[in-house]
């Protein structure tokens, strides 16, 4: 059983497409993540949500719309793709409080999103 | 604000020790280590949550110096599998930040 899972793994699309990544967990966690990871490997956190509610959102531009419908699952949307929004992006989970502390985090395998 | 870590890149043979280092300009409340394997997810290392305090995984550990603001990592005796991206992570009020890794390679 796969603790973290996301899909899908791969995404190859086109400037100004619009594509959702989903992702799920079934740790029992109360908190989920997404990081974006660039070309330079540089990891950089973009949302958190503690059971359903969003609690951080870091400077990300409005085309990326992240959204909770229950506390084991964390989609990401983004609209009008960029190529600078080529990248892999993770999803990750933790018993911490997202705001309060980090606790271990169970990342995803990660999605690469490749824009033309 | 970032984490700096260094060295950027290391290259070991097998038996080899190595150290990464982890400073950041913020107070320290606790550090965290991740090992990222190539075309892999990050993994959890270890936490290290007080001054001082020394934590272990494999031969791999870690200590915290709150006063100075920084952490090290220490690889003893490297196998192949210590090979992959090394990150620290600080918490920031509930946002873990990552520095920017240290590549570390172990050859035969």
């Known amino acids: 059983d796969t603790a973290v899972s996301q899909t899908p793994k791969y995404l190859v699309t086109q400037m100004g497409n619009d594509k959702s990544i989903k992702c799920e967990q079934n740790l029992g966690h109360d908190t989920m993540y997404w990081y974006k990871q660039d070309s330079k490997k540089f990891l950089k956190i973009m949302f958190s949500?503690?059971?359903?509610?969003?609690?951080i959102n870091e400077t990300v531009p409005n085309r990326f719309s992240p959204k909770s419908p229950d506390k084991a699952h964390l989609n990401l949307h983004i609209n009008s793709l960029e190529l600078g929004d080529s990248a892999v992006y993770f999803c990750a989970s933790s018993v911490g409080l997202a705001g309060v502390e980090t606790g271990e985090l169970f990342f995803g395998e990660g999605s690469r999103l490749t824009v033309l | 604000q970032q984490p700096v870590q260094s060295p950027q890149a290391v290259i070991l043979r097998e038996g080899e020790d190595a150290v990464i280092n982890c400073s950041s300009s913020k107070a320290l409340y606790s550090v965290h280590w991740y090992r990222q394997k190539h075309g892999e997810a990050p993994v959890f290392l270890m936490i290290?949550?007080?001054?001082?305090e020394q934590k272990g995984h494999e031969k791999i550990s870690a200590s915290f110096n709150e006063k100075k603001q920084q952490s090290s990592l220490y690889l003893t005796a490297s196998q192949l599998s210590y090979s992959g991206t090394y990150f620290c992570g600080t918490d920031q009020g509930g946002k873990l930040i990552f520095g920017q890794g240290t590549e570390l390679s172990v050859k035969p």
């Open positions: 290290l949550l007080k001054g001082g």
């Open positions: 949500y503690n059971n359903k509610e969003l609690i």
